[in-house]
């Protein structure tokens, strides 16, 4: 399936498997939950690359963590379409795991309920890093682990619900809202004592966005205060290497991939095999990107159940698979407006398939950096870490308007 630069010169592992709760994770990897990317589309085609690397690796096993993109608990509670089809898995996919968004403990409790008495998920995700305005300005994402009680109150409701099934659950966060408002040492610390089972950081705060450089001295911090449950670390990985280096200075357990792996699934391929002590990479040509380009277009064909759906999703992904290609302009700009798998075909067609992989300019960030801001919050949040009436008024809406389930 992939073009393999190096042969395997396995070592020892340089990591333990992964223990979240009751899973076994061999490669101790886990795919960000990214909004309108990590569906089930995406998830196969990271999957199969993963357990590529554990073959590389001489290792066999749950070869990472796929975690779908957020949803929100009353979005799933209410049962709404989009949200139902965006937690569907693939009968390949275990562990299967759900990442939620809330803000109200009730709510959060009644999703995970029918997330786990419905055998819907194996694990469950809670997401307090979203950075997104429309997000932080009712209070909720990475606006919740300033309101300790909050914080506390959601994740003690979701583990609360999901531990007689023996789901575990997991917490993703930032540094915290600005440098004046750090959060993460705290909300760590709640989480472990109110039984999670991993904690995740994102070692930027809300308003660095995905802007700057992570502080991943962050991480090792997170990682002395927190000692009874795993500690993941995310933020800057866009290489094998880049992950060896956080987990070498920062004692992680593991490390969470977000953006470096769009539009290069085989990154999976690279991390596990890094994590196998094997010195495979993955350097694929021309022909090999397009290949996977089109097999991720008709997954997502699938997922969607409609071609036209799943060809205009498949845009916003080629750009970052021909990142360094020689593709042109020209087929560049058609391959954006494709709406038919025959039409993908005929463009790939005009492409010089046997163009080997750019190195330099194919590596490197992905997606878009922004930059630094003012978050936006409820007036007077950081006033107090205790909610006031107001704000527990706001809070209460604040899932209404998050879009994506």
């Known amino acids: 399936m992939t073009a393999l630069a190096t042969t395997s010169t396995t070592t020892a592992p340089v990591l333990p498997p992964l223990h979240i709760g009751r899973h076994v994770i061999e490669s101790p990897v886990v795919l960000a939950p990214m909004a309108g990317i990590t569906n089930r589309a995406f998830r196969r085609i990271c999957r ?51 990442q939620l968004y809330s803000v109200d403990p009730v709510t959060a409790g009644q999703a995970a309920r029918i997330l786990v008495s419905e055998d819907r998920a194996d694990h469950i995700d809670l997401n307090f890093g979203c950075p997104v305005p429309k997000v932080t300005r009712k209070g909720g994402g990475s606006a919740i682990p300033w309101k300790t ?16 099934y023996a789901v575990p659950v997991t917490v993703k966060m930032r540094v915290g809202i600005d440098d004046a408002h750090v959060t993460y040492l705290e909300a760590g610390r709640i989480a472990e004592g109110e039984g999670a089972a991993a904690v995740a950081l994102h070692a930027r705060t809300a308003a660095q966005a995905y802007s700057g450089q992570a502080d991943w001295s962050a991480i090792g911090r997170l990682r002395e205060a927190v000692t009874s449950v795993p500690v993941l670390g995310n933020g800057d990985i866009w290489s094998a290497e880049d992950a060896l280096r956080m987990v070498a200075e920062t004692g992680c357990d593991g490390v969470v991939v977000g953006r470096g792996c769009l539009g290069r699934p085989w990154l999976f391929t690279d991390l596990a095999a890094a994590f196998a002590g094997s010195d495979v990479r993955v350097r694929p040509d021309l022909r090999t990107v397009t290949d996977t380009l089109r097999r991720h277009a008709a997954y997502l064909v699938d997922f969607y159940e409609d071609e036209v759906k799943g060809c205009r999703d498949i845009r916003k992904h080629i750009a970052w698979y021909l990142k360094g290609f020689p593709a042109g302009s020209s ?75």
């Not at 779908?68 to 562990?95: C, D, F, Q, W």
């Not at 750019?358 to 936006?376: D, I």
């Not at 870490?385 to 706001?394: G, I, P, S, Y």
């Open 149 to 164: 009680e909050l914080f506390r109150s959601i994740v003690a409701s979701v583990v609360r619900e999901a531990d007689p």
């Open 331 to 405: 087929v560049r700009n058609q391959l954006a407006l494709v709406d038919s798998l025959q039409a993908l075909d005929d463009l790939i067609g005009t492409m010089d398939l046997d163009a080997p992989w750019p190195g330099e300019a194919a590596e490197g960030q992905r997606g878009r950096a922004g930059s630094p801001r003012v978050v936006h919050l409820p007036e007077g949040w950081l006033d107090s870490q205790e909610l006031t009436d107001v704000q527990r008024a706001l809070v209460a809406q604040a899932e209404l308007d998050v879009s994506g389930g």
């Open 48 to 98: 199969e690359f993963g357990s590529e690397g554990l073959d590389a690796g001489g290792l066999s096993g749950a070869s990472s963590l796929y975690v779908n993109e957020m949803v929100t608990s009353r979005a799933l509670v209410e049962r709404n379409e989009l949200t139902m089809r965006l937690i569907s898995h693939g009968p390949e996919e275990r562990p299967r795991s759900v």
